[in-house]
């Protein structure tokens, strides 16, 4: 899988991709809709059937596309409603999730690159103090840590949804922080009248639901581990055992699922990957993992193929089926 249209697109379906996912917190639904229809297009001319997945991020704060900063330890940068990144200030998007903040909150940039206490907090504009990180990159997602700011899907990712559904583009939907079986009832009920031809995947990726994942695994179709978030709710001291428990209750009930985060980016310069991602995306094949996603090693990887090429190489190995 990958977040969206690339021109490596082609080589990459060549290279044994399976699955595009489009993120439906970027962009316009217009630019959705051309995104795709071109990857419907990229699939027929491949002769490779098409998978296109729409991950509804939910009410998951982000920062602005295309903007960057870098940053120092102890440095106080800005987040507002609109960026200014020669004045150390980033957009954030929805921007009354600033409002909801707190001075001492940690809140954290992607899945853990960069870490901010919140020193003051004003309408829709927010002072932090950098904890760790050198560079802040646009587009990453922006959440409290320990904690999920909203659940589930937004009337965005809704009406993206339908839009994509009702011109015969979409094959999945993936729904972002999932705990129980009510996170789905909207989704399934928009989807109710499509015959089941577009699969639900839950992304389990909080501490409730990897401490009972049975109910949510059970009334999804696919599941989808999100270590990013998973990692950051329960500390990576326990990431291993939180993601084991999961993958256990998938097997149980017969779901198919998938691994996701830090999957292979010592391949994502054209490289191998390290012998520890190597090792760990082949134990959890071995243990049902039916595919992986490449995320970070295809939107901000020099060689977005190459990480394909080893991630399709390690699942024929050990039996994935993606």
Not at 276 to 290: H, M, N, P, Q, Y
Request: aromatic share 6%; charged share 25%.
């Amino acid at each position: 899988m990958s977040y969206a249209l690339e021109p490596w697109l082609g080589d990459a379906l060549d290279a044994g991709l399976s699955a595009i996912r489009l993120n439906s917190g970027f962009g316009s639904e217009e630019l959705a809709l051309d995104w795709a229809s071109l990857i419907d297009e990229q699939f027929r001319q491949a002769g490779v059937r098409r998978r296109t997945i729409l991950d509804l991020g939910g009410y998951k704060a982000r920062l602005v596309q295309g903007e960057t900063l870098a940053v120092s330890r102890g440095e106080r940068i800005v987040l507002a409603a609109t960026g200014q990144p020669a004045k150390k200030q980033l957009g954030v998007s929805p921007p009354d999730f600033l409002n909801d903040l707190l001075p001492g909150q940690i809140l954290v940039v992607g899945d853990g690159e960069t870490l901010l206490e919140v020193a003051t907090v004003s309408a829709q504009r927010v002072v932090a103090a950098v904890r760790s990180g050198d560079v802040i990159e646009g587009g990453r997602g922006l959440s409290p840590a320990g904690a999920v700011w909203r659940t589930g899907p937004s009337t965005a990712d809704m009406n993206r949804l339908a839009l994509l559904r009702d011109r015969g583009l979409l094959d999945a939907v993936l729904v972002s922080f999932v705990e129980t079986p009510d996170d789905l009832r909207d989704v399934r009920h928009l989807l109710a009248d499509d015959g089941g031809s577009i699969a639900v995947i839950a992304k389990l990726e909080t501490a409730a639901a990897a401490a009972d994942p049975w109910e949510a695994v059970r009334s999804a179709d696919e599941v989808m581990v999100g270590r990013g978030d998973l990692a950051l709710a329960v500390g990576l001291e326990e990431i291993y055992r939180a993601t084991s428990r999961i993958a256990d209750a998938c097997v149980s009930a017969g779901r198919p699922w998938w691994i996701a985060t830090d999957c292979l980016l010592g391949a994502e310069s054209g490289g191998s990957p390290t012998r520890a991602e190597a090792s760990d995306l082949a134990g959890w094949i071995e243990r049902g993992a039916c595919g992986m996603l490449l995320a970070h090693e295809t939107v901000f990887g020099q060689d977005p193929v190459n990480a394909v090429r080893w991630g399709r190489t390690i699942l024929d190995r050990y039996g994935g089926r993606a």
